[in-house]
């Protein structure tokens, strides 16, 4: 993942931290003189500068020295950046300088990170990491728990929790409502409690993690331990590398506990409007079978980046005597031993559960509508993902935040290019199980460009399987494989378009998700979901990620065309790694600090 691909060859004899100090220099000197075109002249003609919030009020990248003067002289003189410097030493390697850098704005504190070639700045990487006045108290400033100083009736701190958790929804109002407690509202909420940001996570289930453990028995994460570690607290060093999902929505209820997050379970909302003239939104929460309307300012939908599930509507389904079930409803194959199941689809879900389905003596078939990616597990975690999320990585220092900055700090125009040559490594090391798997007619993909799992993921959320041993039996056929688009139902079969006829006691719909702004839909209007337009996506043009190019995800964790309306989601890395940029903005706007949006992502698919 941090290969670097044949950049230009350094000429210049000087030490690495010594370039580095140059270019800061340089840079701030620019900067100090409103110089903004000197200032873009220090980037390389093919150059990249992404943004996390520092100067931009945004997630955003520009590209080449004319988009950087362009976001200079939109923002220089607000922004006043100072004190550039370099943290630790710059290393050097095939022609390119790597250097952690630290920086100040009017307002905040941020890091970063520099590639340099001998013709400037390649990337820059600016984050905020903190505002200036509003740091979170942790370390030496953490809160003394207890006051030292006696007096009558002094609560405890259990009956402060009470009082304060009794309070809120009914006098005090929360600043920022985050809709959906999953891993994305609690890491999210953890954030704003951490800052001091009157905050509130709801959801519909009975308890923090039952998003998990409401999921067919199976399931486990895909992603290994150390890149899944939420905010503040990490797992332990005996936790699993692949968590169980039961054991994960234990350990998110744990966390929501001991990090004190505003939460409120048994609670569904029901509508939301916003009021422009006073600048809040009017939410009815229907919380065990109370009615009740809450006030905030910000309103934060963290319900998944997948959105809502897509539910095929075909001919025949109000005939089949069996049962239908979408994946995220599926229970588990406890009942279905000895029956005929179909499952329509071959992403994560479907392998995961015509392996469970095999393992518990059903007759699996699984429907491959279109081409799907398939990376086995030991190769990514290995090949994919070593160098940053692994035990050694953690050997060779790259903590869990530099891994999450390093992989930032790759725009996403050009990440392509350093994934291709991995998957052509694991192409090449499983070289026999892919001829298994093509050879029983499966239909297999690399991406549009060869660049593998994390591309897909980033473009379009779908398309790809991680294997944990369910390819091997489609690649054998102790789960039968068929192929095509479904054409109807009857009272005891699926019927493909090409008239195949698949029997069938329980249908299972692995058929994906839609937009996250699907919920706003539900929840606001159609109207506001089209103003927020589809999220998720960067605009690669390549198979359900349609253009023009974006340059960052579309709408996820950053302003929105809709005042006060945010969307937060990703897996446990980007739930963890971007809930600071959306928390310190919403901290910033709760404090009143004027927070200017430097290009305010335009709306190109309302879904």
Not at 201 to 230: A, E, T
Not at 243 to 248: I, R
Not at 305 to 327: I, R, T, W, Y
Not at 576 to 600: D, F, M, N
Request: charged letters at 25%; glycine letters at 10%.
């Amino acid at each position: 993942m941090t290969e670097l691909l044949d950049p230009p060859t350094a000429t210049d004899p000087a030490d690495p931290s010594t370039r580095v100090e140059s270019w800061l220099r340089d840079f701030e000197d620019a900067l100090t003189a409103r110089d903004t075109g000197r200032a873009a002249s220090l980037f390389a003609p093919t150059s990249f500068w992404r943004d996390l919030v520092s100067f931009t009020w945004n997630i955003t990248t520009v590209e080449d020295p004319a988009g950087v003067e362009t976001l200079l002289d939109d923002v220089l003189d607000r922004v006043d950046p100072s004190a550039f410097t370099l943290t630790e030493p710059a290393t050097e390697a095939d022609g390119v300088v790597e250097a952690w850098i630290a920086f100040e704005t009017g307002v905040g504190r941020g890091k970063g990170h520099l590639r340099l070639t001998d013709e400037g700045a390649w990337t820059l990487l600016t984050s905020l990491r903190e505002l200036k006045g509003h740091e979170e108290n942790q370390g030496e400033t953490r809160p003394q728990g207890v006051s030292h100083e006696l007096s009558k009736g002094r609560p405890s701190w259990k009956e402060e929790r009470d009082a304060e958790e009794a309070d809120l929804g009914h006098g005090t109002q929360p600043y920022a409502l985050v809709i959906g407690g999953g891993q994305g509202g609690i890491a999210l909420g953890a954030r704003l409690r951490q800052l001091g940001v009157p905050a509130l996570v709801v959801d519909r289930h009975d308890r923090p993690g039952d998003q998990w453990r409401s999921r067919y028995k199976s399931l486990c994460l895909h992603d290994p331990v150390w890149y899944d570690h939420l905010p503040y607290l990490p797992f332990p060093k005996n936790w699993p590398v692949f968590a169980p999902k039961d054991k994960v929505g234990d350990w998110l209820e744990m966390y929501t506990r001991v990090m004190e997050v505003p939460y409120w379970s048994r609670s569904t909302v029901r509508s939301a409007t916003f009021d422009e003239a006073a600048g809040t939104w009017s939410v009815t929460v229907e919380r065990d079978g109370e009615s009740i309307e809450l006030r905030p300012t910000q309103l934060v939908f963290a319900t998944g980046m997948s959105g809502k599930a897509n539910v095929p509507e075909l001919p025949g389904q109000d005939v089949f005597a069996g049962e239908q079930q979408h994946s995220s409803q599926h229970p588990g194959p406890e009942a279905y031993s000895g029956k005929k199941v179909v499952v329509i689809g071959s992403n994560n879900s479907a392998f995961d559960i015509c392996g469970a389905l095999w393992e518990n003596d059903a007759d699996v078939t699984m429907v491959q509508r279109s081409s799907t990616h398939i990376v086995k597990s030991a190769s990514l975690m290995d090949i994919g993902l070593g160098d940053l999320y692994s035990e050694r990585a953690v050997e060779a220092g790259v903590t869990t935040e530099k891994a999450d900055m390093i992989f930032a700090s790759l725009p996403y125009r050009i990440m392509h290019e350093f994934q291709i040559p991995l998957y052509e490594q694991m192409a090449e090391r499983d070289a026999d199980f892919y001829q298994r798997l093509e050879s029983a007619g499966f239909d297999h993909d690399w991406g549009d460009d060869g660049s593998g799992l994390f591309m897909k993921y980033l473009r379009r959320g779908s398309g790809y399987y991680i294997d944990v041993g369910a390819a091997e039996l489609v690649a054998d056929g102790r789960v039968k494989l068929a192929h095509g688009q479904v054409d109807h139902l009857t009272e005891t079969s699926v019927v493909l378009a090409d008239g195949t006829e698949l029997e069938a006691d329980l249908v299972v719909y692995a058929t994906g998700y839609g937009s996250m702004n699907g919920w706003v839909a539900d929840i606001v209007d159609q109207d506001t979901a089209a103003r927020v337009g589809k999220c998720w996506g960067l605009g690669s043009e390549t198979t359900k990620d349609p253009g023009p190019w974006e340059g960052e995800q579309r709408n996820m964790w950053k302003p929105t065309q809709v005042e006060n309306l945010w969307m937060h989601g990703g897996n446990l890395h980007q739930s963890r790694h971007y809930s600071l940029y959306l928390a310190l903005q919403l901290k910033a706007r709760y404090e009143g600090i004027p927070t200017p949006v430097h290009g305010l992502q335009e709306v190109h698919h309302t879904t």
